[in-house]
């Protein structure tokens, strides 16, 4: 028998004063209450209750085991009540990547009203420009740029990732101002290294589509640093909205080739298809489709 179950039965016998009180709220036959108390007393070595054919009293240890039964009792009655309610309430770490440029400046700027949201949640942020094994590494949740390749993963189509063209008021000053993509070639680019392909920008006007190979002394794997080079002057840059439109509100950069559609890249929030859906990961989900899902409004930066 369950030593556990053993020490409910006794202390409902206590409590109900009697085997068959005992045995009917639990729902078991007096006989088998019988088995339980019989079984603790030689667990334990120990006469708990002195048995008459009309009642049963508990003996001086019986009563001291009786007191301890109740408090284990109830420190396990509350531990099971924490653990519903963790799976109620979103709680504990979870584990998150997303590409550099995307969580260092999107996300990264609006995670407080979710930590405030959820204060028993935290997120641990890690950022990233490969792809990333969501199950190998263990993450819950994912951002990905870009085409998504046939896996097992769950996606939620989050806005198109937004690019501008940009430069310097210094830079234009002493190199003019491109007019058309094909000028491009003229100037002196900054690229950002991302696979074997990245000095290939592309553009469309009038549904005709341009595929501009660029060139520059300057490219770097982080869009911080692509950035801090243009603000430099060093040269022209193309990167996500985000990281850009504070500096050209500012006047520090300046917008290019605004007659010219970019390519926008498709952005998805990725699960892995056996993640068990909690209450962090859900709650994480509906916030990060709330700021970014296709009917969100368009994100922008603060100055």
């Not at 930590?115 to 263990?138: A, M, Q, W």
């Not at 806005?159 to 002196?188: K, S, W």
């Amino acid at each position: 028998m369950d030593r556990l179950t053993s020490m409910q039965i006794f202390v409902r016998v206590v409590e109900k004063g009697g085997f068959s009180a005992a045995a009917e709220e639990a729902g078991i036959s007096p006989t088998m209450v019988g088995k339980h108390v019989r079984q603790l007393e030689e667990q334990l070595g120990v006469r708990l209750l002195n048995r008459t054919t009309r009642r049963q009293s508990l003996t001086e240890i019986g009563q001291l085991y009786f007191e301890r039964c109740k408090l284990a009792l109830l420190e396990i009655e509350a531990a099971d009540a924490s653990v519903k309610q963790m799976q109620l309430l979103p709680r504990g770490v979870l584990r998150v990547t997303a590409p550099a440029t995307f969580g260092g400046q999107m996300l990264a700027a609006v995670i407080r009203e979710y930590l405030e949201r959820y204060p028993d949640v935290e997120l641990d942020l890690s950022l990233n420009d490969r792809v990333v094994d969501l199950v190998e590494e263990g993450f819950e949740v994912g951002l990905r740029i870009g085409p998504l390749p046939d896996s097992s993963l769950v996606a939620r189509p989050l806005q198109p990732y937004r690019a501008l063209v940009c430069a310097a008021p210094d830079y234009l000053a002493r190199h003019g101002t491109p007019q058309t993509p094909q000028q491009l070639l003229e100037h002196n680019c900054l690229s950002f290294v991302h696979g074997s392909r990245y000095n290939l920008w592309r553009f469309s006007s009038g549904g005709v589509q341009q595929e501009i190979e660029v060139h520059g002394n300057f490219r770097a794997n982080n869009g911080l640093a692509l950035r801090t080079a243009a603000l430099q002057g060093i040269g022209i840059i193309m990167q996500p909205e985000a990281l850009l439109c504070a500096e050209v509100a500012a006047g520090r950069l300046q917008r290019l080739l605004t007659d010219y559609e970019l390519e926008h890249r498709p952005m998805h929030l990725v699960v892995a298809s056996n993640r068990k859906m909690t209450p962090k990961l859900k709650s994480f989900i509906e916030f990060v489709l709330a700021h970014f899902g296709r009917d969100a409004a368009p994100f922008t930066a603060a100055a």
